[in-house]
T-cell receptor, first 115, second 114 residues
Framework: NTKITQSPRYLILGRANKSLECEQH?????MYWYKQSAEKPPELMFL???????RNETVPSRFIPECPDSSKLLLHISAVDPEDSAVYFC???????????????FGAGTRLSVL | GQQVKQSSPSLTVQEGGILILNCDYE??????FAWYKKYPDNSPTLLIS?????DKREDGRFTVFLNKSGKHFSLHITASQPEDTAVYLC?????????????FGGGTRLTVRP
């Protein structure tokens, strides 16, 4: 799927700050960050619906999302923790009238490894 | 606790066989149910989905059955092929206009032997 691009694909960090980037070329208005840890299902971290943020309250405050426009999504991570090691998927979906609003289109993911 | 559960972490079948993947959910408000397929080091992609106003939907070799009273839905795959080897994630969500807040199951790793 080249219509949702994520960068970087792989990230190895010590305790540093870093940002993940996502851009979708599908014309969708809803964008998401999902976290998939080893042997676990993808879990919703953040949802932007027409640039309005809906947050999963269990996500640590060191994760800060940003949605500069409806096609781009960023995830800023400060002082990463080993428990943050996971694959971070960006996704988008249509809104009512654009198609099936429950269908998620995922990017390839960023594999974060925290040393 | 887990709102969406897949009871079988893995399943192996012979090519050409029929298989059933199961998913149970807890939230009565869920009314959208889907199966996603994920290859290693790839992203999940939608395979098939159904809304709660129907109890079955078929798409080629893939059929999803929904049992709302039992809070259960399943994926039936016929004439299985080695290319079906992947992780299958079930997902459920509520109908809303504020984005697709899907809850995923833990996945079933399917292997189809030639």
């Amino acid at each position: 799927n080249t219509k949702i691009t994520q960068s970087p694909r792989y990230l190895i960090l010590g305790r540093a700050n870093k940002s993940l980037e996502c851009e979708q070329h599908l014309g969708h208005n809803a964008m998401y960050w999902y976290k998939q840890s080893a042997e676990k299902p993808p879990e919703l971290m953040f949802l932007y619906n027409l640039k309005q943020l809906i947050r999963n309250e269990t996500v640590p405050s060191r994760f800060i999302p940003e949605c500069p426009d409806s096609s781009k999504l960023l995830l800023h991570i400060s002082a990463v923790d080993p428990e943050d090691s996971a694959v971070y998927f960006c996704a988008s979906s249509p809104l009512p009238g654009q198609g099936s609003q429950n269908t998620l289109y995922f990017g390839a993911g960023t594999r974060l490894s925290v040393l | 606790g887990q709102q969406v559960k897949q009871s079988s972490p893995s399943l192996t079948v012979q090519e050409g066989g029929i298989l059933i993947l199961n998913c149970d959910y807890e939230n009565d408000m869920f009314d959208y149910f889907a199966w996603y397929k994920k290859y290693p080091d790839n992203s999940p992609t939608l395979l098939i989905s159904v809304r709660s106003n129907v109890d079955k939907r078929e798409d080629g070799r893939f059929t999803v059955f929904l049992n709302k009273s039992g809070k259960h839905f399943s994926l039936h795959i016929t004439a299985s092929q080695p290319e079906d080897t992947a992780v299958y994630l079930c997902a459920a969500g509520g109908d809303n206009n504020a984005g697709a807040k899907l809850t995923f199951g833990g996945g079933t790793r399917l292997t189809v032997r030639p």
